[in-house]
């Protein structure tokens, strides 16, 4: 069974740097696109990136909004991705969810085991 724990969430002032670590049982990432996306409130959920999300090795994809401020990357060893949210902003408040998929895909609806999510704030 795939489960995926999602933390590193908190409160952070607008410029600020946040990581997020999902950890993953039950999978081999090699194997597996992993997604980071999140949903604030009244909105739908929304990619934020995702690595192994093509059948271009090493590829990874972000969403326009968090290009040159976010980078996804993975350490095998440990079965984590994280999330380096950098010179964040106040509408990057949301929940963060980590999610798997085993067709390379940035597509919210073709990823099937959801950890439980991370809430991120930002203050201006």
């Known amino acids: 069974e795939v489960q995926l724990q999602a933390s590193g969430g908190g409160l952070v002032q607008a410029g600020g740097s946040l990581r997020l670590s999902c950890v993953a049982s039950?999978?081999?990432?090699?194997?597996?696109?992993i997604g980071w996306f999140r949903q604030a409130p009244g909105q739908a959920r929304e990619e934020v990136a995702c690595i192994r999300c093509s059948t271009e090795p090493g590829y990874t994809h972000y969403a326009d909004s968090v290009k040159g401020r976010f980078t996804i990357s993975r350490e095998n060893a440990k079965k984590t991705v994280y999330l380096e949210m950098n010179r964040v902003k106040p509408e990057d408040t949301a929940v963060y969810y980590c999610a798997s998929s085993r067709i390379p895909t940035s597509l919210p609806n073709d990823y099937d085991s959801w950890g439980q999510g991370t809430q991120v704030t930002v203050s201006s």
């Open positions: 039950g999978l081999n990432l090699d194997d597996y696109a």
